[in-house]
Structure formats: structure tokens, C-alpha cells
């Protein structure tokens, strides 16, 4: 029994038993990993993280040594195989990424989304200049300190270009993964930690800030009733209207003299006192009730008051054909007499307008009566079934544009060695322009929501996993010959750049409290931070802000960790 478990576990020179052992540590180190991640201390937890500690911890003590089995030292896991799978597993993680935030990337920035991009990319160049200034004071190499910045600001990928871009300069980048070991778990603190000082800094009254947020989350765009008083629009149809307003806002229903509730269309006449049910973007929202009147309260109940005839449906698209067409080229609203009220994409809720492209996955919320929506749903698929059904040519076919992209080196004046993108950020680049522009080219790029977690979690694993086991081996060391010291560096580069922006958001741009948390847990790419956020509030506020900043944020994070190490050589 004993001869039959060694040769099992451990190799005799065979290259298949070589690359089942590789395999097998790899699994149990995930499976262990993920389970330790479920656990909470005071709400916070390390997740997926804990796959990497394990790895380090399985690496230090050694696989023959836990075996307890006396057989001579062995290698026991292939190194091709590991790199292999480390990157690959990098990669896919990344790429998910790119399909998921690519989008709404371009819109994040346009719409409402300029200022808390600008205090998150601060985040990123406090955290690069920190980082340079304590390598400078304490004498510690830059490419070292790079590694800390990585587990301090908790962002996995940048780890992983900083890794690459050694790798191309022909050194070893194994001792950044100690680094970022070191500095994660205070990173995760830290960013939870910080808005509670913050509290006291800027005297919040956290309970205020809850009801302001409810109060204010009550007033929906999608829910605005306006009456007009304004006889400038008297006659005029909604088109002429939406024309001369010129502001991404839609009218979805009218009430008109009669007091009958009925879809608005682009064609449908206005006169004075009729009351318009808008949708709108909240920066807009005052100067369309000037515009037209005076706004008025009724709920939706009320408005669905029409005698059975009028109705609301959220109809997903998921014909091919519809890929890419703009509302404006569908006609729907003039051909079907219905209202779209408004688009849902990855969670993100779009006015519509006729510029706008549909692409599939997309849920389109239609006001009309029972048998137009019916044709509108036939037009557009609504046939949930179709989008289980994986579309695996633009991932593979956009993961080898991503590399070929990694690969090309770019220039900087005063810089030694060309930057590269790399494998952690060609794919993502090019995962953010596919599903951004890939729909207009007929190209399906949707990927459910599922799935997308699926890839991310399995590639996340699989390149955590792989860095802890070639690591853990010099871990002790390196905490031993003065490693415990990144732990505080860590801590001091996580802390000080969320700390002033954090404050400069509060008094000089006057952001709400919980709008600054989810930037901050965003321009960390953090989930633990966002779902911290979450916990302590009802308010969307955290999540949306997260999601607004994230993309930029994870770009320019994989981008600094590779110009710093750049700078190092």
C-alpha cells in the first residue's frame, strides 16, 4: 500500500506521473485555499487570497515532509507546467475582467464618472510616488518595494505584470510574491480601515449620510413625473422635445387631458398640462423639470393605472441579428407603438437613445400594451436559452490578439528597456475594446454573468496557487532576513494615498460618504472593501461608485507595477 500511495504522490522519473503530481498539488492547494477564504474576522475575510497563503504554506514545509513518507528528495511538480499554468491562469483572469467592466468602460468616464476617475487615478499616483519615496528612505530595492505596493493596494494582476516584466529582462521575479504576501492582509484592513478615520477628520454624521442616500434614492430617474406648464412645448411632439433638450433623457408615458395613461412614442403630441413620465440622468434631472414644469408625485402604482392596457417588460436580446444596430436603425417605438424606457447592461442602467447599439445580453425595459410588446420580444429574441450557449471563438481569438499585444515593446524616453503590456495587460485591453466595439462588427462578445465568474475565479486560483507553491520555500527566509519590515511599508502605502484623497473628495469635491468608500475599495479593485461597504449601508452608492472607477482603475494598476519595475532595472 505504501509503494502504491508513493507512486502516486511522488515521482520516479516518469513525465506523466511528473505532471499528475503538479496537477494534484495544484487542486488540493485551490480546494484548501477557497475553503479557509469562507471564513470572516469581524466581517472581513482574505477570499480567494488564502489559495495563495496556502500555497506558501504547502511550499515552506515541504510536500515530501507533510507525506512523512522518508523518500530522498524528489522534485515532485513540473516547472514548465507550473509557468505555464500561472500565466495562463493570469490570462483568463484578466480577460474575464476586460469582457465584463469593456462595455461600459468608455461610458464610465463620460457620464458622471469624470471627477471619481480622477480621484481614483490620484489614488494609483500617490500609491506609485509613496512607494518610490520609501525606497529611497528605507534603501529598499525599487523592485522589491514595487512587489509591497502590489499586496498593499490588494491588486492581484499588477503582480503578475510585474512578474512578466522581470521575466523579459531575464531576472527572477519569484521574491515579489513574499512581498505582495507580506503586505496584502494590512492592505485589506487598511481599506476598510481608513474610511473610519476619515469619519472623524471630516466630522461625518454616518446616520445623516443614510437618510440623505435613501432620500435621495427614492427620486429614480426612471420614476420622474413632470407636469407641463411651459406653453413653449404646446403641440410639439416628444421627439421635437427630446431634440431641443438635447440631454440623454427619454419620455416613456404620457398622462394625457383625459387622464388616460398611455405609451409615449417619439410621434406622441404634447399640450400643456398633460403630465410626461421621464427618464433621465440625475445631472439633469433639475434642468429638465425647469424646462418643462413642475414635477409631481406619482408613484408607479399610479401610473400603471390605465384599465389593463398598458404594461412593462424587460425583454433580453438575444438575437444575433440585432447585434449591433442602433435603436434609431430598429424603429421599434414608431413600428410597434411601445416606449423603451430604458436599457440594462452588466448591471449598468443606460437612457436610451437612437445612437445607442444593443448588443446581446442586453434587457430592455418596454412600456405597451400586451400584444405589441409580444412582437417587440419576437423582434429582439427574449429567448433566455440562447445565451447559455457559450460563444468561444471571440474569447480565444481576443486572448491571442491580447498576447500578440503583450508582446509589442513600446519606447519611454528615459527608460532603459521597452514597456510591455504583457500578459496581464494585452488580454486586458483587448477584452475591454472587443466587448466595447466588437458588437458593431457583428461580433458576439456576451458571456453570462456566470460564466464570466467561473473563468475569473478559475484563473485567479490557478495563478495564486502557482505562485504560492515557488515561492513559500524562501518565505521564512525572507521574513527573517528583514522581510517583516515590508509589512509596515505595506501598510504606510496602502494607508497614505486613500487618506488624503479620501479627505481632498469630502471637502473639495463635496462627494457623499459612501460615494468615496466604493472609489476607494474601486481604485484597489478590492471585492472585500466593496462588499465591507455594502454591509453598512441599503444605498447603491458604494457599488455604483466601485464599478465607475474600477476599469481605469485596474488598467493604470498593472500598468504603474510594470513602469516601476521598469525604472528599477
Known sequence: MKQWIEGILLNYGDKASLMGQTILLL?????????????KIKGISLGITWVLFTGIIISHFGYQAILSMGVEDRPFVDPVLFGFIKEFGLILFVYAIGLQVGPNFFSSLRHGGLNLNLMAVAVILLACITTAVLSVVTDTPLATMTGIMTGAVTNTPSLGAAQQTLADAGQDG????????????????????????????????????????????????????????????????????????????????????????????????INTGNTLRVVVLNEYKDEIIKVLGEQVDLDDKQWNIDHGK????????????????????????????????????????????????????????????????????????NSLKKLDVPNLIP???????????????????????????????????????????????????????????????????????????????????????????????????????????SVLSRVVFKFPYYTIVGMIAGSHTDPPALAFA????????????????????????????????????
Request: proline letters at 5%; charged letters at 15%.
Open 395 to 501: 474569447i480565444f481569438l481576443g486572448i491571442f490578439l491580447g498576447v500578440v499585444l503583450g508582446l509589442v515593446p513600446i519606447k519611454f524616453p528615459g527608460i532603459p528597456q521597452p514597456v510591455k503590456l504583457g500578459l496581464a495587460g494585452g488580454p486586458l485591453i483587448v477584452a475591454i475594446l472587443i466587448a466595447r466595439f466588437g458588437p458593431m462588427y457583428k461580433v458576439v462578445t456576451f458571456v453570462t454573468s456566470g460564466a464570466n465568474m467561473m473563468l475569473r475565479e478559475i484563473g485567479i486560483a490557478m495563478f495564486l496557487a502557482a505562485v504560492g507553491l515557488t515561492c513559500g520555500d524562501k518565505f521564512v527566509q525572507t521574513v527573517i532576513d528583514g522581510g517583516y519590515m515590508w509589512i509596515l511599508y505595506g501598510f504606510i502605502i496602502t494607508l497614505v494615498p486613500i487618506l488624503i484623497v
Open 174 to 269: 519569484s521574491f515579489l510574491s513574499s512581498a505582495y504576501a507580506m503586505a496584502y492582509p494590512l492592505g485589506v484592513i487598511g481599506i476598510i480601515f481608513v474610511p473610519m478615520i476619515m469619519r472623524y477628520i471630516c466630522k461625518i454624521d454616518v446616520k445623516q449620510e443614510e437618510l440623505a442616500a435613501r432620500n435621495k434614492a427614492k427620486i429614480k430617474p426612471d420614476g420622474i413625473a413632470i407636469r407641463v406648464t411651459n406653453d413653449k412645448w404646446d403641440k410639439l411632439t416628444v421627439g421635437e422635445f427630446l431634440k431641443l433638450f438635447d440631454k440623454p433623457a427619454t419620455v416613456t408615458r404620457i398622462k394625457n387631458d383625459k387622464g388616460l395613461i398611455l405609451p409615449a412614442t417619439k410621434d406622441t403630441v
Open 27 to 39: 487542486s488540493i492547494t485551490i480546494a484548501i485555499g477557497i475553503y479557509l477564504g469562507r471564513f
Open 310 to 381: 398598458l404594461e412593462a417588460h424587460r425583454i433580453v436580446v438575444t438575437n444575433k441579428e440585432i447585434q449591433g444596430k442602433t435603436l434609431g436603425s430598429l424603429h421599434l417605438e414608431s413600428l410597434y407603438n411601445i416606449t423603451i424606457a430604458r436599457v440594462i447592461r452588466a448591471g449598468v442602467e443606460l437612457v436610451p437613445n437612437d445612437h445607442l447599439q444593443l448588443q446581446l445580453g442586453d434587457r430592455v425595459k418596454v412600456v405597451g400594451s400586451e400584444e405589441h410588446i409580444n412582437k417587440v420580444a419576437n423582434k429582439l429574441g
Open 534 to 569: 455594502n454591509a453598512a449601508t441599503e444605498t447603491d452608492q458604494p457599488a455604483t461608485a466601485y464599478a465607475t472607477v474600477y476599469p481605469l482603475s485596474m488598467f493604470l494598476r498593472i500598468f504603474a507595477a510594470q513602469l516601476l519595475v521598469l525604472i528599477s532595472l
